[in-house]
Each structure stands twice: as structure tokens, then as C-alpha cells.
């Protein structure tokens, strides 16, 4: 499987992004995504979850200004970022494993699939 994401950038506090992640390479349909960002010398950070059937899940710190939703026809799964904040700011990635169904599941170690990651900065 691999995942690639796009759409990042250097954007002002208060603006929109939007990331996306086309996924390739496998023929099954029960796979969960989410999306996680990482600070240089931090832990990667879960953001947000795909939840079967028909449901999202959030890290506190960006409900309410993200979104997460997912195109199952063009296998590509979006992440829609608002009211940007500077302690958004850090590298997103893509990920995904296979389950029937999906928990919305934070801990990284969970993913068995990663992308290489797109670039956010938001600046005050």
C-alpha cells in the first residue's frame, strides 16, 4: 500500500488548508485512515480518524476547526484545516490499516502505513 499526501504549505494564523492522500497498491476495501502530524523532536500526534460506519474522531486540540472525510471512489482521504493556529504547524502524515472496522484508533503503533508526509506552517 502506499499513501501519498499533498496539499500543505505556509499559510497565516486564521487560514485553511486542505490535505489530501490518495492511497494505491491494494485491492481490499477494509482499511481505517487518520492523519497524525510531528514537530521535529516530538512524538508523532494523532489529529484525526476515520470511524466506521460514518463517523469521525478529533484530538481535542483541533475539534471543531478540522475535517476529516474520506472519497472511497477515488481512494483518497481528505483533511480540511481551519482557524490555523502556529502550534498547528508541523509535518502530516497519512496512515492506514486493516480492519473490518474502524475505532478511530490514536496510537500510532496501530498504522501499519505511512506517507511521507506533507508540510504545514502556519505563521502569525
Known amino acids: 500500500v502506499q499513501l501519498v499526501e499533498s496539499g500543505g504549505g505556509s499559510v497565516q494564523a486564521g487560514g485553511s488548508l486542505r490535505l489530501s492522500c490518495t492511497a494505491s497498491?491494494?485491492?481490499?476495501?477494509?482499511?481505517?485512515m487518520g492523519w497524525f502530524r510531528q514537530v521535529v523532536g516530538t512524538e508523532r500526534e494523532w489529529v484525526s480518524s476515520?470511524?466506521?460506519?460514518?463517523?469521525?474522531s478529533y484530538a481535542d486540540s483541533v475539534k471543531g476547526r478540522f475535517i476529516i472525510s474520506e472519497d472511497s471512489a477515488k481512494a483518497t482521504l481528505y483533511l480540511q484545516m481551519n482557524s490555523l493556529k502556529p502550534e498547528d504547524t508541523g509535518m502530516y502524515y497519512c496512515a492506514a490499516y486493516w480492519a473490518v472496522y474502524c475505532a478511530g484508533d490514536s496510537r500510532p503503533t496501530v498504522y501499519d502505513y505511512w506517507g511521507q508526509g506533507t508540510q504545514v506552517t502556519v505563521s502569525t
Open positions: 497498491g491494494y485491492t481490499a476495501s477494509a482499511k481505517c
Open positions: 476515520i470511524v466506521t460506519p460514518n463517523s469521525t
